[in-house]
């Protein structure tokens, strides 16, 4: 049972590179989720996804991108990477909106 | 709007203590859920239980209870004899039916033996 992964799980990039993080989902859950992890700020919503190629902005979704023609899959992509995209990125999937979301193990992304 | 506070930035314990931790939320819907997540030092995040809006019975399971009250608008998560295996970051999140979570801030935890 593989549940929800993501890659790479670590990642060093400079600014203004073009970064894209996978999440992967095995459930088959309808809802797809992308937040960030800041010190002070706590989890924060960039992107999230109802079904496939169904998409919507979150709390901070400036400059990312998301896409979603498969179920399975929901890549955030960073177009142009600047520092203050320095984070921790975890996905997420629920079956239904209000159901219980479960996490990715998380990316830590460091844009130099 | 949706808003969960947690106003516990970080609490100290030894082991064996009792210890709650706080969560206020608020909300205009009517229905909502509300939901407890673990993160330990390892950095991955744990579902630990979620409360739909209509059931206000608490629940314990081992040594976790919460406490959840409407008309406080609160769901207070309790670890009853603390271990060092429980010092980690707790968030508390409140869903009010548009598919997405507001988080809490987190309340870190840290449980000396």
């Known amino acids: 049972d593989a549940g929800i992964t993501q890659s790479p799980r670590y990642k060093i990039t400079e600014t203004g590179r073009q970064v894209t993080l996978m999440c992967h989902q095995t459930?088959?859950?309808?809802?797809m989720f992308w937040y960030r992890q800041d010190l002070g700020h706590g989890l924060r919503l960039i992107y999230y996804?109802?079904?496939?190629?169904?998409?919507d902005k979150g709390e901070v979704p400036d400059g990312y991108v998301v896409s979603r023609s498969k179920t399975e899959n929901f890549p955030l992509t960073l177009e142009s990477a600047t520092r203050s995209q320095t984070s921790v990125y975890f996905c997420?999937?629920?079956?239904?909106?209000?159901?219980?979301?479960?996490f990715g193990p998380g990316t830590r992304l460091l844009v130099l | 709007a949706q808003k969960v506070t947690q106003a516990q930035t970080e609490i100290s314990v030894v082991e064996k203590e009792d210890v709650t931790l706080d969560c206020v939320y608020e909300t205009r819907d009517t229905t909502y859920y509300l939901f407890w997540y673990k993160q330990p030092p390892s950095g991955e995040l744990v579902f630990l239980i979620r409360r739909n809006s209509f059931d206000e019975q608490n629940e314990i399971s081992g040594r976790y209870s919460w406490n959840f009250q409407k008309s406080t608008s609160s769901f207070n998560f309790t670890i009853t004899a603390s271990q060092v295996v429980d010092s980690a970051v707790y968030f508390c999140a409140l869903n009010s039916g548009y598919s997405t979570l507001t988080f809490g801030k987190g309340t870190m935890l840290l449980v000396s033996p």
């Open positions: 996804s109802a079904a496939a190629d169904i998409t």
């Open positions: 997420a999937s629920s079956h239904v909106g209000a159901e219980t979301q479960y």
């Open positions: 459930w088959s859950h309808s809802y």
